[in-house]
């Protein structure tokens, strides 16, 4: 009880948690908007989608891991020099992990997701949830149990009698984030690609009709999703840190942003998601961090009984 | 009501003959054999409701944990301070005499039974309201939320879990110890099958598959689908209570993330039993999680590592290629050559 009352009279504490909440907020709604681009488009709810967060945050971390000795090792020039000044690589890692990430999702796609894109929504369910056990193990078994953070070397910065703290990175992650989804709306409003998507949603049989190649919208769209996954993994990574078996949070996590939205609603992803973020953070302060992810997975819960209870007194229900 | 047919009553008496002299005909085998009917039991108490009804939850998980917990705690609270035995911890500074082993673990099993049906008729009246994927969803992270929050309860020994009494010391052998657990879970199984193969032959049975095939069109014959889903959730509960209640027994420390609530291995495994078997057919949970008990071992023991890859596998290719089960796959292919127009599984009549 005392922390609750700290936390409300005291105004660092709540500036911290905005500003936390604000930055987590933003990632989470870069995995919800792909979660919510694949379940539109192909009617699929992506379990695995907080396992291929981690993957693209493992992936970042490789990539810096590697090349960040090989630059050191060249006779300093001018492009070495660039690289090695801090930041820089650990912002080109994030469109590393992107475009590795988009081929990963496509191969998955040519190999499991088209046989499940047609079927009901149980089996996409379960079919997902078993890559992401697969995948979990995976990448125990390649990247080690240990928990592993990529560190960028940036500074932080303080503010209200140093009592605010604020990374660098997580304003970095705020920008790149918004930049990111502001990308994907002029793609799918204006690219041809994206405009198949948007039909394909609306109705896959009659954009068919008219000659969009369905298999290779799904296999973008799917590609797309964790192409986006990558990115916020890398931010992950940088953020917070990476262990193989935490994905399962981040899918609940844009789950309950994508229900709370609802679907094809950006605007509406990325208010839930910087709310979740806040709340978060603010419970985080109030009822300590053991029961974090205690306190994720019952709001949804609770989400969900809410919501269905205010559709009940229409006589509608969730479905 | 449908009758049984000749060979399910013929197939049930050999199962349990067999199930009769198994531990004498494989004496080191007792632990894995106890194991096998009680997944036997989840798998068909989760299929009650997630084949019959058509109502896939991920979170029956939550009744195992709930059972286990309950089983643990009501042995050690009437003769010891449950405070001080978490205390403890894996120092055994503790001993249950004989009677109150035996008194305590009733009491257990008494209220494993008690809180697993309590937390389904709470959690059914809130959930159950729900359809599809959202129902799937939510009990999924409602299986997570409640294991998070019992590793979180300090007198249960929170993050670091809670070991259960060990047998009396000096009371009868450790080859009886195992004797009296497994043929518990092979009276568990008896009751469960006997009661599930009852109840889906009733009038009560056909409206969960009424529920299953059209809930909208159920309800408008004046079924009240709200108390025949909460009430299959609750047997469905019972049974998967008790089931925990025996694999605390059986292994002798909860772990609450690991063990009691863990839904990458027994919240899965049961749903993966009954779909490998069957879904929605009588024989189906038994047959798929025999078979797969038989699987998991060998890779448990050949593969250590790569188990949880192996199962993310199978079930992939079993949901893909399979959805219609071992039993399905089979009665699709004889059927196809007879009538392809009947596609509800039923008994052949002879």
């Given at each position: 009880?005392?922390?609750?009352?700290?936390?409300?009279?005291?105004?660092?504490?709540?500036?911290?948690?905005?500003?936390?909440?604000?930055?987590?907020?933003?990632?989470?709604?870069?995995?919800?908007?792909?979660?919510?681009?694949?379940?539109?488009?192909?009617?699929?709810?992506?379990?695995?989608?907080?396992?291929?967060?981690?993957?693209?945050?493992?992936?970042?971390?490789?990539?810096?891991?590697?090349?960040?000795?090989?630059?050191?090792?060249?006779?300093?020039?001018?492009?070495?020099?660039?690289?090695?000044?801090?930041?820089?690589?650990?912002?080109?890692?994030?469109?590393?992990?992107?475009?590795?990430?988009?081929?990963?999702?496509?191969?998955?796609?040519?190999?499991?997701?088209?046989?499940?894109?047609?079927?009901?929504?149980?089996?996409?369910?379960?079919?997902?949830?078993?890559?992401?056990?697969?995948?979990?193990?995976?990448?125990?078994?390649?990247?080690?149990?240990?928990?592993?953070?990529?560190?960028?070397?940036?500074?932080?910065?303080?503010?209200?009698?140093?009592?605010?703290?604020?990374?660098?990175?997580?304003?970095?992650?705020?920008?790149?984030?918004?930049?990111?989804?502001?990308?994907?709306?002029?793609?799918?409003?204006?690219?041809?690609?994206?405009?198949?998507?948007?039909?394909?949603?609306?109705?896959?049989?009659?954009?068919?009709?008219?000659?969009?190649?369905?298999?290779?919208?799904?296999?973008?769209?799917?590609?797309?999703?964790?192409?986006?996954?990558?990115?916020?993994?890398?931010?992950?990574?940088?953020?917070?840190?990476?262990?193989?078996?935490?994905?399962?949070?981040?899918?609940?996590?844009?789950?309950?942003?994508?229900?709370?939205?609802?679907?094809?609603?950006?605007?509406?992803?990325?208010?839930?998601?910087?709310?979740?973020?806040?709340?978060?953070?603010?419970?985080?302060?109030?009822?300590?961090?053991?029961?974090?992810?205690?306190?994720?997975?019952?709001?949804?819960?609770?989400?969900?009984?809410?919501?269905?209870?205010?559709?009940?007194?229409?006589?509608?229900?969730?479905? | 009501?449908?009758?049984?047919?000749?060979?399910?009553?013929?197939?049930?008496?050999?199962?349990?003959?067999?199930?009769?002299?198994?531990?004498?005909?494989?004496?080191?085998?007792?632990?894995?054999?106890?194991?096998?009917?009680?997944?036997?039991?989840?798998?068909?108490?989760?299929?009650?409701?997630?084949?019959?009804?058509?109502?896939?939850?991920?979170?029956?998980?939550?009744?195992?944990?709930?059972?286990?917990?309950?089983?643990?705690?009501?042995?050690?609270?009437?003769?010891?301070?449950?405070?001080?035995?978490?205390?403890?911890?894996?120092?055994?500074?503790?001993?249950?005499?004989?009677?109150?082993?035996?008194?305590?673990?009733?009491?257990?099993?008494?209220?494993?039974?008690?809180?697993?049906?309590?937390?389904?008729?709470?959690?059914?009246?809130?959930?159950?309201?729900?359809?599809?994927?959202?129902?799937?969803?939510?009990?999924?992270?409602?299986?997570?939320?409640?294991?998070?929050?019992?590793?979180?309860?300090?007198?249960?020994?929170?993050?670091?879990?809670?070991?259960?009494?060990?047998?009396?010391?000096?009371?009868?052998?450790?080859?009886?110890?195992?004797?009296?657990?497994?043929?518990?879970?092979?009276?568990?199984?008896?009751?469960?099958?006997?009661?599930?193969?009852?109840?889906?032959?009733?009038?009560?049975?056909?409206?969960?598959?009424?529920?299953?095939?059209?809930?909208?069109?159920?309800?408008?014959?004046?079924?009240?689908?709200?108390f025949y889903k909460i009430s299959s959730w609750i047997l469905s509960a019972f049974?998967?209570?008790?089931?925990?209640?025996?694999?605390?027994?059986?292994?002798?420390?909860?772990?609450?993330?690991?063990?009691?609530?863990?839904?990458?291995?027994?919240?899965?495994?049961?749903?993966?039993?009954?779909?490998?078997?069957?879904?929605?057919?009588?024989?189906?949970?038994?047959?798929?999680?025999?078979?797969?008990?038989?699987?998991?071992?060998?890779?448990?023991?050949?593969?250590?590592?790569?188990?949880?890859?192996?199962?993310?596998?199978?079930?992939?290719?079993?949901?893909?290629?399979?959805?219609?089960?071992?039993?399905?796959?089979?009665?699709?292919?004889?059927?196809?050559?007879?009538?392809?127009?009947s596609t509800q599984p039923q008994q052949q009549k002879k």
């Amino acid at each position: 009880m005392d922390s609750i009352i700290q936390f409300f009279t005291t105004p660092s504490f709540l500036m911290q948690a905005l500003i936390n909440g604000m930055v987590i907020g933003a990632l989470f709604s870069l995995a919800a908007y792909g979660l919510a681009l694949v379940w539109g488009v192909m009617n699929i709810i992506n379990v695995a989608q907080g396992d291929f967060v981690i993957l693209g945050g493992y992936v970042a971390f490789y990539a810096l891991g590697i090349s960040t000795p090989f630059l050191e090792a060249l006779q300093p020039n001018f492009f070495s020099r660039i690289l090695l000044t801090p930041g820089i690589l650990p912002l080109l890692s994030i469109p590393i992990a992107s475009s590795i990430l988009f081929v990963f999702g496509y191969l998955l796609y040519k190999v499991i997701i088209y046989r499940i894109v047609s079927r009901d929504l149980f089996t996409s369910l379960l079919a997902t949830f078993g890559i992401s056990l697969a995948l979990q193990q995976l990448m125990n078994l390649s990247f080690g149990a240990d928990v592993q953070f990529i560190n960028t070397g940036l500074p932080t910065l303080f503010f209200m009698d140093d009592l605010v703290a604020l990374p660098v990175v997580r304003l970095f992650s705020l920008i790149l984030a918004s930049i990111l989804s502001v990308f994907i709306v002029i793609f799918l409003k204006k690219s041809k690609m994206g405009l198949a998507i948007r039909a394909v949603s609306q109705n896959a049989r009659a954009a068919a009709l008219i000659g969009v190649n369905t298999d290779r919208v799904y296999a973008f769209t799917f590609a797309l999703n964790t192409a986006i996954c990558g990115a916020c993994g890398a931010l992950v990574g940088m953020i917070f840190n990476l262990h193989p078996y935490i994905g399962t949070p981040y899918t609940v996590r844009s789950f309950m942003i994508v229900i709370f939205a609802g679907l094809g609603n950006l605007p509406a992803v990325i208010l839930s998601a910087l709310g979740l973020g806040v709340f978060e953070e603010s419970a985080d302060f109030m009822f300590g961090a053991e029961l974090r992810l205690a306190f994720v997975f019952s709001l949804l819960v609770f989400v969900l009984v809410f919501r269905n209870w205010r559709l009940s007194k229409k006589r509608e229900y969730l479905k | 009501m449908r009758d049984f047919t000749k060979n399910d009553i013929r197939l049930f008496i050999a199962l349990c003959s067999l199930g009769l002299v198994a531990p004498i005909l494989f004496p080191a085998y007792i632990n894995q054999l106890s194991f096998a009917w009680i997944f036997v039991v989840i798998a068909l108490s989760w299929d009650m409701q997630g084949g019959h009804m058509g109502y896939n939850s991920f979170g029956n998980i939550v009744f195992f944990g709930v059972g286990m917990y309950a089983a643990a705690s009501f042995q050690i609270l009437p003769f010891f301070s449950l405070g001080d035995w978490t205390e403890a911890g894996g120092v055994q500074t503790f001993e249950h005499s004989v009677s109150q082993y035996f008194s305590g673990y009733a009491l257990g099993i008494l209220f494993a039974a008690i809180a697993a049906v309590a937390t389904a008729f709470i959690f059914g009246n809130l959930i159950l309201k729900m359809r599809g994927h959202y129902f799937a969803i939510c009990t999924l992270a409602l299986g997570v939320a409640i294991g998070e929050v019992f590793a979180s309860i300090e007198i249960l020994g929170a993050g670091q879990g809670l070991s259960l009494a060990v047998w009396p010391r000096g009371f009868l052998d450790d080859t009886y110890r195992r004797l009296f657990f497994y043929y518990q879970g092979f009276l568990l199984f008896v009751l469960c099958f006997l009661s599930i193969s009852y109840i889906i032959r009733t009038r009560f049975g056909m409206t969960l598959n009424a529920i299953r095939d059209g809930e909208d069109k159920a309800e408008s014959m004046g079924l009240n689908t709200n108390f025949y889903k909460i009430s299959s959730w609750i047997l469905s509960a019972f049974f998967i209570g008790l089931c925990g209640a025996l694999v605390g027994h059986l292994v002798g420390f909860i772990d609450p993330i690991d063990v009691a609530f863990s839904g990458a291995t027994y919240g899965i495994w049961m749903i993966i039993m009954a779909i490998i078997g069957g879904k929605g057919r009588l024989w189906g949970p038994v047959i798929g999680a025999l078979f797969f008990h038989a699987f998991n071992e060998i890779f448990w023991t050949y593969f250590l590592g790569w188990q949880r890859v192996a199962l993310g596998l199978i079930i992939v290719i079993i949901v893909v290629f399979f959805p219609e089960g071992i039993l399905g796959f089979f009665q699709v292919r004889k059927k196809s050559s007879v009538s392809a127009l009947s596609t509800q599984p039923q008994q052949q009549k002879k």
